[in-house]
């Protein structure tokens, strides 16, 4: 395994919107933006093959993304914003300011870009080096940039966003606005909407949140990281699952399914199939993690989250700029999802919460951040970010698809995973994953091994 890389800051600077084109703008959260103060910031990871040396990227380069970074945040002004949590305010706000601005910084970096790039296991604190970090004062700066330098091999771009401004959805309309700027000189995307107004509030429902949140904030610090032990090596890896696969773990379901005389599950998506098949495997993993004194819980969890804006039953423009999701949470009996048939019992349980999901999108809501703090602390839950529906390899800068996408805050959780779709294959799907080196050792022999008995 390669050592820790080395990073020199070649420059830091702010960036703005274009001065006088943003006016001052308070926007309120919404109900469904509290519950994302349970997580850590985004910390996403493009890197990007481009052959060129460091004097070229910094005197050509380096300005045309600056400048393309300030149109873009001209229609994305609330990136450049801050999040106010002043105690005489009853809600946070999302507050911009004439001459708000991003921190930028740009880096060279001595790493070997392709060991950064690949899928094999890797030291997870290197990837560290490679993301801004955003502040934890009182007023929360929404994103920072930082831009690295493999000199003539490729660049890395990391973005830390606070997830009170942006979903999913948001932040990959943000990036690909800006990939589209650079790249064509202009925005071919539709222009963010900005109005809150849209987002029909549930009666008590924010409040509750609020109450919820201001009673555990002191136990959760989304900006200073709970990882693990530094004595713990952790090494990050990502695995693949191609549509042949998924439809063999798929047949094996629905095989033993039939063989019990009863109906398969429901929402067999790749998306499903995939996590079933992490979901069991991460459990067996982690079963080293049991002690007497720390004996097994009796039901395991896998949360994620998915998108509101389709499920609602009043229309929200798709570039709505905000969050706009429903928490899941999937529950198994420890002792199903590591029996023989533990990949089954594991579709069954995203079948039956997607099925309560599709049928009352905020159903249950009242429980969202007491459900999901529990997942956030525990060792042997899982917690799945990101979502192949937003084409991440589809940000194109002109330099090409990104080599490889990290979410490198997944190891910020004790057992998060990032599931996007996979660069090189078709249909297929990537899950990123941080373990300490003994669990991933195992993950990576049970999961090849599964695909090769299913195959």
Known sequence: ???AIAIRVLHRCRVAPPPGSAPPTSLPLTFFDIPCFLFPPYELLFFFQLPIPTSHFTAVTLPKLKHSLSLTLLEYFPFSGRLIQSPESETPEIVYSEGDSVAVTVAEADGDFDHFCGHHSKDAGAFHE???????????PMMAVQITVFSNAGISIGLAVDHAVADGRTFANFIKTWSS???????????PFNDRSVIKEVEGLKELFLQQWRKHKKCVNKNKTSREDDSVQLVRATFVTSPREMEKIKQWIMNKCERKSKPPPPYLTPWVLTCAFVWVF???ARAGRVTKASPPPDTCFFGYNGGAITRLDYAVPAAYLGNCLAFGRAEVARKELMGEEGIVAAAEAFGR????VDGEVLGGAERWISEWEVLMGS???VVAMWS????LYGVDFGWGRPRKIEEVSIDAMKLGICVIESRDINGGLEVGLVLPKNEMDVFSSLFHEGLKVLA
């Open 379 to 381: 060792d042997v839950d």
């Open 388 to 391: 192949a529906k937003l084409d």
């Open 353 to 356: 919460k997607m099925k309560e």
């Open 1 to 3: 395994m390669n050592p």
């Open 130 to 140: 490679l993301v801004p970090r955003l502040s934890d004062s009182d007023e929360v």
């Open 282 to 284: 991460l459990c067996e």
């Open 181 to 191: 700027i650079f790249r064509d000189g202009e925005n071919s995307l539709p222009k």
